[in-house]
C-alpha cells in the first residue's frame, strides 16, 4: 500500500511569491491534516480536511489555506509568502471510518522543504 | 488547553543500555497519546499508542510506553539501545472528545546512541 505522498518535496520562492503544496493520502484514507515543522517552534497544527470540510484550524494567518478534494486529496496555498515561511510542511492522512472510533494516528508524508528567500 | 511537555532536548545512552524519553501531557478529557520517530530529512513515522486498557503498550522496533494516569506521563522505553535508534522522537496527545484528528506535540528529544 503506497504511503502519503508529498509534492513537491523541496522548493525555492521569494518574499511575495506564492505556493501550492500537494498531498495524496494513503488510499481509503478520508482525514488530512497538515502541520508546520521549524526548529524555533516546533510542529505545529495548520488544518484537519475531512470529506472536503475544513474539521479544525490552527493558530495561523490567512495566509495559509487549504482544500481537500473529493477524492481525499488535499492542497495547501501560501500567498504573500514572508521569510518565516521557511519550513518543513508535512501532511498526514488518517483512516477515519464512519461508525468506527477512530483513534486519530496519523501518518505521515515525507513533507515539503520551503525555503523563501 | 491541551498540551505536551518533553522536559529533555537531548538524551544521551551506549548502545545495549536502556533508554527512557520523557513525555507529560495535560488535556481537559482523556487522552489517546502516540509517539513518533523522526529520521533526518524525513517525515514522522509511527511508533505506538496508547487508547485505553493496559499501561505498557508495545510498539515497534522493540519500544515500549508506559503510561501513568495520575503522574499524566506518557514515558517512552527500550530495553537495549541501538546505534540506529538516535533520532528525534515526539510525543502527541489528542483529547478523546476531540472529533478533529489534531494533535499536539511535544517539542521533541533528540535520541543519541553511542557505540
Known amino acids: 500500500k503506497a504511503g502519503v505522498t508529498q509534492t513537491p518535496r523541496y522548493l525555492i520562492k521569494t518574499r511575495g511569491q506564492q505556493v501550492t503544496l500537494s498531498c495524496s493520502p494513503i488510499?481509503?484514507?478520508?482525514?488530512v491534516s497538515w502541520y508546520q515543522q521549524t526548529p524555533g517552534q516546533g510542529l505545529q497544527f495548520l488544518f484537519e480536511?475531512?470529506?472536503?470540510?475544513?474539521?479544525n484550524k490552527g493558530n495561523f494567518p490567512g495566509r495559509f489555506s487549504g482544500r481537500q478534494f473529493s477524492n481525499s486529496r488535499s492542497e495547501m496555498n501560501v500567498s504573500t509568502l514572508e521569510l518565516g515561511d521557511s519550513a518543513l510542511y508535512l501532511c498526514a492522512s488518517s483512516l477515519a471510518r464512519r461508525g468506527v472510533t477512530n483513534t486519530g494516528e496519523l501518518f505521515f508524508g515525507e513533507g515539503s522543504r520551503l525555503t523563501v528567500l | 488547553a491541551q498540551s505536551v511537555a518533553q522536559p529533555e532536548d537531548q538524551v544521551n545512552v551506549a548502545e545495549g543500555n536502556p533508554l527512557t524519553v520523557k513525555c507529560t501531557y495535560s488535556?481537559?478529557?482523556?487522552?489517546?497519546l502516540f509517539w513518533y520517530v523522526q529520521y533526518p530529512n524525513r517525515g514522522l513515522q509511527f511508533l505506538l499508542k496508547?487508547?485505553?486498557?493496559?499501561?505498557l503498550v508495545k510498539g515497534s522496533y522493540g519500544f515500549e510506553a508506559e503510561f501513568n494516569k495520575s503522574q499524566t506521563s506518557f514515558h517512552l522505553k527500550k530495553p537495549s539501545a541501538l546505534v540506529s535508534d538516535s533520532a528525534l522522537y515526539f510525543c502527541a496527545v489528542r483529547d478523546m472528545g476531540d472529533s478533529s484528528y489534531k494533535l499536539i506535540f511535544g517539542s521533541g528529544t533528540r535520541l543519541l546512541v553511542r557505540p
Open positions: 496508547y487508547i485505553t486498557g493496559d499501561n
Open positions: 488510499s481509503g484514507h478520508r482525514s
Open positions: 480536511y475531512f470529506s472536503e470540510t475544513q474539521r
Open positions: 488535556v481537559s478529557g482523556n487522552p489517546y
